[in-house]
């Protein structure tokens, strides 16, 4: 049985199409990158996948179970973090933490092993409103990592980070993959983190699957890298920093 | 077995709190400010302080009025100005101080419309003329304290106050009308801004989405958030209470158990309705938008500074109906005229159904990604 299975998914918004027909199979234990510049469909393809938005057509299965009807098994099994969550600035790291263990009846011992594991003991009682960018993400991802997710979606994780930061994050993420306990799908915009973490690499743009496979499946004597590769594909640069908001 | 610690619930009401009590202007506007209004306003409306009156004077011929004037007025300064000051003095509803200021019928009018003055006195046919707008009370108390005057220019001192009888018993001064006021307006303010405005940012800033893709029960989420606020609310409301009771010495003449149960039904009422204005919107000016045009109407016509009696009847039976008012008179009723279970019955009922119905539309709506 496939980990993640999406058939045929279709989202639009008033007048956008989001997700024009995106089928894919995710295989227990991989690192998947979804990779594509800003607009691509990235947030609403995993949002789908999280059951935090319903496909206009299309399935989505989670280890063969839908969101439908199987949203409270979903929940326990996976983590996720979103593109943009800020999380209340007046509490506490293990405040924060504390909060959303309770929601998988978790207590301190797991609170304790993911702050360890995302490095942040010497912030724990530190106000989230005083954390930087980089620890905000691990924080993050302590969110995400709490009920030892089976199935693990991570939003844009690294974006608007510094290189050491983002170089932290990377490192604590190839911890989890050396467990192999993990199937992580990523978002992303930056090749070298799709190259560096992940063996199933999907390029996205306009709402559609241009390519995946394998890093090296992809590239080839006209593209030596993700970035060349999506020139040559769409004529368009994938990592366009300019984020108009 | 587990600790309370691991229960979403205890967490979800701890962190509520953590964050309330942390955030130094909650503790401003919900506690203090509050206190520093019915203190202003206490004090402004229980001494019987002298009262002003500013009457601007436009004669083409002298009348009664100057030759009244020269007796009694002396010349002062005001506002860099002479005025004619007729001082009257009055032991039992307290001194009046009559400001006559000789002008033109220019200047005349722009004192009226700027406030300066609420009268303009004139003459015709020797004969004098009062002009100003009947709406305005303050210009016909001069209208009647001047006429009054003038007809018995010598009895001023004494007057016939033989037959006023200042009532100053309590719960019948204004600081009365004001404190139970005072009380149910914070306990509306602070739910609807600290329940509604608190899901709006939350929403805003996906926090709201991040939580429910947990197995979070989404109904402990808002039961937390109205627990914190209740007890906020007593809290807020007992100081306000012990502040008004050392100052003014107010106190409740009916049943204490009554009273609890009618706040109790006034926080399920606002609790709900900021449940409903919420449900929607990520944006928090949108919200604020909302928030003030729940609560400025109700703030306004439910009778919290100044009684809703004044409105036209078809108005009052309208503004009868409004939640901030069905609470205010309830509350009052048990401070100032010693109600108990029985007269609270129908408020509490009422009020208790209207917030879960505005629980259940907002629930129904509720957008939670
Ligand atoms: N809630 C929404 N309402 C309207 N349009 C949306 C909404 N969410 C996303 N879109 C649009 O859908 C497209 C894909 O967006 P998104 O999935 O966020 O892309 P990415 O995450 O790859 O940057 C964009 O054109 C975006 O403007
Ligand atoms: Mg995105």
Not at chain 1, 58 to 76: A, D, M, P, S, Y
Not at chain 1, 82 to 94: G, V
Not at chain 2, 88 to 94: F, N, P
Not at chain 2, 106 to 133: H, M, P, T, W
């Amino acid at each position: 049985m496939h980990q993640i299975e999406v058939k045929d998914v279709i989202k639009s918004f008033k007048d956008v199409q989001a997700v024009r027909g995106v089928s894919l199979t995710i295989e227990p234990g991989e690192f998947v990158a979804l990779l594509g510049p800003n607009g691509a469909g990235k947030t609403t393809l995993v949002e789908m996948m999280e059951g935090l938005k319903k496909p206009d057509k299309g399935e989505i299965l989670i280890q063969g179970k839908n969101w439908q009807k199987h949203e409270k098994e979903l929940r326990k099994i996976i983590g996720l973090s979103l593109q943009e969550t800020r999380f209340t600035e007046k509490l506490t790291i293990r405040e924060t933490l504390r909060l959303f263990a309770s929601f998988f009846k978790l207590g301190d011992d797991r609170v304790n092993e993911v702050i360890a594991l995302t490095e942040l003991e010497s912030k724990e009682k530190s106000f989230v409103g005083t954390l930087s960018g980089g620890q905000r993400q691990r924080l993050a991802l302590a969110v995400a990592l709490l009920n030892h997710p089976e199935v693990l979606f991570l939003d844009e994780p690294t974006t608007g980070l510094d290189p050491h930061s983002r170089l932290d994050l990377w490192n604590i993420l190839k911890g989890l993959k050396d467990q192999g306990k993990t199937t992580l799908i990523l978002t992303t915009h930056y090749m070298e983190e799709a190259e560096s973490l992940c063996d199933h690499i999907i390029i996205l743009d306009e709402g559609k699957i241009l390519r995946e496979g394998q890093l090296h499946e992809l590239l080839d004597e006209n593209s030596h890298n993700l970035d060349e590769l999506f020139i040559n594909l769409t004529g368009k640069k994938l990592n366009e920093e300019a984020q108009i908001k | 077995m587990k600790s309370i610690k691991t229960n979403q619930l205890y967490q979800l009401t701890l962190t509520q709190l953590l964050e309330t009590v942390r955030e130094p202007s909650v503790l401003f506007w919900g506690i203090v400010f509050p206190i520093l209004i019915s203190i202003g306003l206490g004090l402004a409306f229980t001494q019987t302080s002298e009262s002003k009156f500013h009457i601007a004077v436009v004669e083409k011929q002298p009348t009664q009025l100057d030759s009244l004037l020269k007796i009694s007025a002396k010349p002062t300064q005001h506002k860099g100005q002479t005025v004619q000051t007729w001082k009257v003095t009055d032991k039992t509803l307290g001194n009046t101080e009559l400001n006559f200021l000789y002008t033109d019928w220019k200047n005349a009018i722009i004192s009226l419309k700027r406030g300066e003055a609420d009268v303009i006195i004139s003459d015709s046919l020797g004969q004098i003329c009062y002009r100003f707008d009947p709406h305005n009370s303050q210009a016909q108390l001069i209208y009647m304290k001047l006429s009054y005057l003038m007809k018995h220019p010598t009895t001023v001192a004494s007057s016939d106050q033989g037959r006023i009888e200042p009532l100053t018993l309590k719960g019948v001064r204004y600081i009365d009308f004001l404190i139970p006021g005072l009380i149910t307006l914070g306990i509306l303010n602070a739910l609807m801004w600290g329940i509604s405005y608190a899901i709006i940012e939350r929403r805003n800033q996906k926090l709201l989405r991040r939580m429910v893709a947990t197995p979070m029960k989404k109904s402990n989420f808002l039961i937390a958030m109205m627990l914190v606020r209740f007890v906020m609310n007593l809290i807020e409301a007992g100081i306000l209470f012990f502040f008004s009771w050392l100052f003014f010495g107010i106190t409740i003449q009916g049943n204490i158990g009554a009273l609890m149960t009618v706040l109790l039904a006034g926080n399920i009422a606002f609790a709900g309705l900021s449940v409903l204005v919420a449900c929607r919107t990520a944006k928090t000016e949108v919200g604020q938008g909302w928030i003030n045009a729940v609560t400025m109407p109700m703030m306004i016509l439910s009778g919290i500074f100044f009684s809703y009696h004044n409105f036209p009847d078809l108005a009052v039976k309208a503004i009868k109906l409004l939640p901030l008012t069905a609470l205010t008179d309830g509350v009052r009723s048990i401070f100032n005229e010693g109600a108990g279970w029985m007269d609270i019955a129908t408020p509490t009922l009422a009020l208790s159904a209207f917030g879960v119905l505005c629980f259940i539309l907002g629930l129904r709506f509720f957008k939670w990604g």
